[in-house]
């Protein structure tokens, strides 16, 4: 009984420890501090060892084992544990520990390099040492020679990684031939990325000349043609202020990586800039996620319903505005298809957009288990997808994953530029049913425009904007001008006043904006509920499509009041382009 008691409690600190891995890991990503173990073999082969001396058995700090030779990558960098699969042999050696004392255990062995210890055997008595707060173990040492010693002091990780940027330099001759260069990463055994892209450029290039290119050449052709356009990407969006002591060249390597991830789970092509936009958000949100955990508190009283975009209002009209001017606004569409009749007016509505802006459709259909994504139906609606997209010459591709829809779509808009989603269970007139509307949630989380598609599509003959002058109305403002001016559509602008008279502020701002751009629209007028005025210009006008700002309150006051935005949803029968 005793026994089992032991074992169970194991079980539980082993749990425990996994979970403060994890948080370790996701604080290191972002503080640069490495919670990996080093590996003996890449340590002693980039700092070329020249021999080794028996020690014998020796009492050895716990803080100075830094590394492992088979299973550096089943602990962190403390010796937590990594793997589920581990959860048995762990909570087993615990409890033997447990019953006989460290001091009565064998001694593990270990190899020295300078001051610091890598395991060669027992790694779980030293996970499991640390864990009960020991500072010393008993070893059996081999201490390995090498030219450069490593001190508990030294950033073992750095003095690694300079040796592999040496490496790579000396490789690629970067540092002469483009001696602006920083290619340094922080995160150890990651240069053969970008030694494989090379490669692959030294390929391409002597497929299109048809004479060999050196690894040198191409490693120029690799920096001038894809790193340093992206590593620009990072400085202007300010990318690395959410990861401090962070370089450009990690970066970029994470979003390879993501994007190659993105690539096996949704089987969608995009461009690095996407997958670097998708990647940071997602960091963003799990470092928030955290945050909440650990003070538990905002997690509590913030509900997912009422969350809103961790992407701030004018950071998207921003960095399109960035952009070359050739670059179409809405070049990536991601539809939401749920197979029904209003999914599929949706994806027609998508298509009408991707022949407008000559871009690629991305649908993607949401189920409740993993079981569904291969099953008959999920297979029938990807056939008539396809066969949709096909007849209308359309480059469409449909992602089948597994979860929550809100949730997904959500977590997925950020890899396109805009958001087409059938206007299924608009918000109504309480606050029951606006907490149970979805797609108010979408809007609120979003973090790209989204196109609501109530009943039939828009042909986009006539835009209607209703403008108030607010930061969101303002990005609705940036959008109408975009469709008006590149889709020669008719456009007319509605400024509502509510109250004693419109703010002549409001339209000479929007005057102006539209003055600079070359874009002449008609500006009308009206008085009284802007729901109402809407819905009256859009039928005067013959509007066949609104643009609109977002919700104007924050999540919670707008649950509780409602807002226009609400009333129009439940109203129209024109869609609506809600910017945020």
Known sequence: MNKELSTSGAVQDFHQARRQAALQELVGRFTGKSTKLLSFNDVRQKLKSTGSVEKGVQEIPLDAVVGSCGRYEDFSRTFLPLRASDQERWARVQAYIQQKGIANMPPIAVYQVGDVYFVSDGNHRVSIARRMGETHIRATVTDVQTKVALSPDDNPDALILKAEYADFLERTNLDSNRPEANLQLTVPGKYWILEAQIEAHSFLAAGASNEPVSFEEAAVYWYDGVYSGVAQLVRDRDLLRDFPDRTEADLYVWAFEHRANLKQVLD?????????????????????????????????????????????????????????????????????????????????????????????????????????????????????????????????????????????????????????????????????????????????????????????????????????????????????????????????????????????????????????????????????????????????????????????????????????????????????????
Request: proline share 4%.
């Open 268 to 580: 969608w092509d995009m461009g690095i800039g996407t997958a670097l936009n998708d990647f940071t958000a997602q960091q963003r949100a799990e470092l928030k996620g955290a945050a909440k955990r650990i003070q538990q508190v905002k997690a509590k009283v913030t509900p997912k319903k009422l969350a809103s975009s961790t992407i701030k209002t004018g950071v998207w009209q921003k960095e399109k505005a960035a952009e070359p001017e050739s670059r179409r606004l809405f070049f990536n569409i991601l539809v939401a298809v749920t197979g029904d009749d209003s999914g599929w007016q949706a994806l027609e509505q998508s298509i009408e957009i991707a022949k407008r802006e000559r871009g690629r459709l991305r649908g993607l259909h949401i189920v409740a288990s993993e079981a569904e994504r291969s099953s008959a139906g999920t297979q029938a609606l990807k056939d008539e997808f396809h066969k949709r997209c096909q007849e209308a010459g359309i480059n469409g591709k449909l992602s089948v994953d597994a979860g929550r829809a809100i949730d997904k779509l959500c977590e997925r808009s950020v890899l396109a530029d805009i958001m087409v989603a059938p206007l299924l269970n608009p918000p109504g007139g309480s606050v029951v049913t606006r907490l149970s509307s979805d797609f108010r949630t979408l809007i609120q989380r979003s973090a790209r425009p989204v196109l609501a598609v109530p009943d039939q599509p828009s042909r986009f003959t006539q835009a209607l904007l209703a403008y108030d002058g607010s930061p969101k109305a303002k990005e609705a403002l940036f959008v109408a001008t975009y469709l008006s001016g590149h889709w020669n559509m008719p456009l007319t602008v509605l400024i509502v006043a509510e109250g004693e008279g419109v703010d002549s502020a409001v339209e000479a701002d929007a005057r102006a904006y539209f003055e600079e751009h070359d874009v002449q629209p008609l500006f009308v007028q009206k008085r009284g509920s802007v729901t109402d005025a809407i819905m009256e210009a859009a039928e005067e006008q013959q509007a066949d499509l609104l643009i609109m700002g977002g919700y104007s309150r924050s999540p919670m006051p707008g649950l509780l009041l409602g807002d226009s935005l609400d009333a129009l949803l439940n109203r129209t029968k024109q869609p609506i382009l809600i910017c945020r």
